[in-house]
């Protein structure tokens, strides 16, 4: 399958008639590798380039139409895509906590997931 990494992108959103906010994350999926000299150097310029275009198709348009085949196949990448890089994150940021204890995990997250559109 295809290899690409999620590059978050914080948002503080202000709160109403306060001084809080709050952090919305997004994520863009970017490619393992970035270019392939080698399919450039053989005249490939298209090919080159198409595991970046490939990932960055995920997250370019949300909620694509899905009449097709191929439309279908990005809606669930990019439903994989999302899922995944936000529970890596829960993960990696519990992980990062001193003296919390595993047992803790669900007491300390809660996840909710939306598909609306």
């Given at each position: 399958?295809?290899v690409c990494m999620a590059m978050a992108y914080d948002n503080p959103i202000?709160?109403?008639?306060?001084?809080?906010?709050?952090?919305?994350?997004?994520?863009?999926?970017?490619?393992?590798?970035?270019?392939?000299?080698?399919?450039?150097?053989?005249?490939?310029?298209?090919?080159?380039?198409?595991?970046?275009?490939?990932?960055?198709?995920?997250?370019?348009?949300?909620?694509?139409?899905?009449?097709?085949?191929?439309?279908?196949?990005?809606?669930?990448?990019?439903?994989?895509?999302?899922?995944?890089?936000?529970?890596?994150?829960?993960?990696?940021?519990?992980?990062?906590?001193?003296?919390?204890?595993?047992?803790?995990?669900?007491?300390?997250?809660?996840?909710?997931?939306?598909?609306?559109?």
């Open positions: 399958g295809d202000p709160a109403f008639d306060s001084y809080n906010t709050i952090n919305l994350r997004l994520w863009k999926a970017t490619p393992a590798k970035e270019f392939d000299l080698g399919e450039f150097s053989e005249g490939d310029y298209m090919k080159a380039v198409s595991e970046r275009q490939r990932a960055e198709n995920i997250t370019n348009v949300l909620y694509p139409a899905d009449h097709t085949m191929q439309g279908k196949e990005l809606r669930l990448r990019q439903q994989y895509f999302f899922v995944c890089a936000t529970l890596q994150d829960i993960v990696r940021r519990f992980k990062k906590r001193e003296g919390w204890d595993w047992s803790e995990f669900s007491s300390k997250n809660a996840i909710q997931l939306n598909d609306t559109h």
